[in-house]
């Protein structure tokens, strides 16, 4: 099994900056796409932004600008820095993961979420 450790959210005022950190453990033979993902009450879960195993990003376009993705592939870690944050970027935002499995397969996972609010 991968488990995935979030960390980084928390309170912040507009304007502010908060890093997010997902680390991921266990059964993983090689990592290939990581991602951060949100989601508010009543509605569906969004992708922020996505990191692939070569580099490339893609953000969603209320992000662009804001956020930046990036991941250390040595600590299996993906990071998210979210600055000039605005109260609409509050959320809970998941970690994901697709990995290929030491057992085989290609799977996914979804880390608990963290709590990120921001205040106006």
């Known amino acids: 099994q991968v488990q995935l450790v979030e960390s980084g959210g928390g309170l912040v005022q507009a304007g502010g900056s908060l890093r997010l950190s997902c680390a991921a453990s266990?059964?993983?033979?090689?990592?290939?796409?990581m991602g951060w993902y949100r989601q508010t009450p009543g509605k569906q879960r969004e992708l922020v932004a996505a990191?692939?195993?070569?580099?490339?990003?893609n953000y969603a376009d209320s992000v662009k600008g804001r956020f930046t993705i990036s991941r250390d592939n040595a600590k299996n870690t993906v990071y998210l820095q979210m600055n000039s944050l605005k109260p609409e970027d509050t959320a809970v935002y998941y970690c994901?993961?697709?990995?290929?499995?030491?057992?085989?397969?290609?799977?996914?996972?979804w880390g608990q979420g963290t709590l990120v609010t921001v205040s106006s």
């Open positions: 994901q993961v697709s990995y290929y499995s030491i057992y085989g397969g290609y799977l996914e996972v």
């Open positions: 990191i692939t195993n070569g580099g490339s990003t």
């Open positions: 266990g059964s993983i033979f090689s990592i290939n796409a």
